[in-house]
């Protein structure tokens, strides 16, 4: 595709000045075509969009103050990004709207991560609620390329990916808001996909067992 700062056929360069409103019109119109038509950027422009729709009673400069910027960037990458999920996940982990708040706000913190099951992930354990007593529950980070190995559920489990996105090994990918559960006896493994790093709640009913050895984390 064609348009100012649209690099890799994907609009990362650009998303900052298409929330202001400030890309030219044609750049504008070949942003919006490429939204249609790519998952990757839908997902990575639904993180932009409450600040977006922050802004659309203000008159937006040609060129913002850098401040407006910095802002904005704020509310995309800083601790608050994910509250837009508080509902979800205090229904995914039964718990209060204002714990789930707590929840999404400790993603910021780099004490509240543990090493993962497998290199080049991490996992942030949960407290779940009584309706979910008994089972393991916590947000699983996976960086971009890095792939969980095939495993089959003993049990029942949730998935509700927050943030980034995996694929699973058949090809089904899983974006920002949507969910996956997975039946007793499934099985599957799964890779993160490019862009930011895969942020994935999930419940765990009972045990996995893999049928790859895990490569131990560092």
Not at 175 to 185: A, D, H
Request: glycine share 8%; aromatic share 6%; proline share 8%.
């Amino acid at each position: 595709m064609t348009g100012r700062h649209v690099t890799m056929n994907h609009l990362d360069d650009i998303l900052p000045e298409w929330a202001l409103g400030t890309l030219d019109a044609a750049t504008a119109e070949v942003a919006e075509r490429h939204l249609t038509e790519c998952a990757r950027c839908r997902a990575e422009a639904l993180r932009w969009v409450p600040a977006r729709e922050g802004l659309t009673a203000l008159v937006a400069p040609v060129e913002p103050p850098p401040q407006v910027l910095s802002r904005l960037m704020e509310q995309v990458e800083g601790p608050g990004r994910l509250a837009r999920f508080a509902d979800r996940v205090a229904a995914f982990f039964d718990l209060t709207r204002e714990r789930a708040l707590e929840v999404l706000a400790a993603v910021s913190d780099p004490a509240a991560w543990m090493p993962g099951p497998v290199e080049g992930s991490e996992l942030m354990p949960v407290e779940a609620g009584p309706a979910r007593e008994g089972m393991l529950a916590g947000i699983l980070r996976l960086h971009p390329g890095v792939r969980y190995p095939t495993h089959t559920h003993h049990g029942r489990e949730w998935n509700l990916v927050l943030e980034g996105g995996f694929r699973e090994d058949d090809g089904h990918e899983v974006w920002p808001g949507e969910e996956l559960e997975k039946t007793e006896s499934s099985a599957h493994g799964f890779t993160a996909l490019d862009g930011p790093a895969c942020l994935c709640a999930s419940v765990l009913e009972g045990m996995a067992s893999f049928e790859e050895e895990l490569a131990a984390p560092e």
